[in-house]
């Protein structure tokens, strides 16, 4: 494994994910590490056995689709050459990026509508993708400027 700062910001993502990954296979309704109970939705699905299976359902078929993502980077930690963990992370920024496409827009409505809970946990969840986006950015630089 090549130790470089695109590897250092995918461990510190890695990390990231597996909580998530945990908290939603097996505390779905946590308010820690975006855990679904953030949403006022989740409890409220409980009133409905068929809605609420259906909001179990999307929320370990997301927990499924971040468990690959995150087997995946492992292999590519632990696998590719410094050339392929710069495009593995630009990748990175594109699809960390797509959350503001169609997440952001309607996190930010449930949050005006009082459908989350802490108030503002759009702003927060926001500024951390950001923070990852240019972290991942700032990995790329670093890695091009001092390969040379």
Aim: aromatic content about 12%; hydrophobic content about 55%; charged content about 15%.
């Amino acid at each position: 494994m090549t130790l470089n700062a695109i590897t250092i910001v995918t461990i510190a993502f890695l990390i990231m994910e597996a909580s998530n990954v945990v908290m939603l296979y097996f505390f779905p309704g946590s308010r820690y590490a975006n855990g679904v109970g953030v949403f006022k939705a989740w409890e409220k699905s409980k009133q409905d056995p068929e809605l609420h299976d259906f909001a179990r359902y999307l929320v370990n078929w997301v927990a499924g689709t971040k468990l690959i993502v995150i087997l995946l980077l492992i292999v590519i930690l632990l696998s590719a050459r410094e050339q392929t963990l710069i495009f593995s992370a630009a990748a990175m920024v594109v699809a960390i990026g797509s959350f503001f496409w169609r997440l952001y827009p309607l996190i930010r409505k449930m949050d005006a509508d009082d459908q989350v809970e802490p108030k503002n946990y759009s702003a927060v969840l926001g500024r951390m993708i950001l923070v990852f986006i240019a972290s991942f950015c700032a990995a790329i630089v670093i890695t091009l400027v001092s390969a040379g």
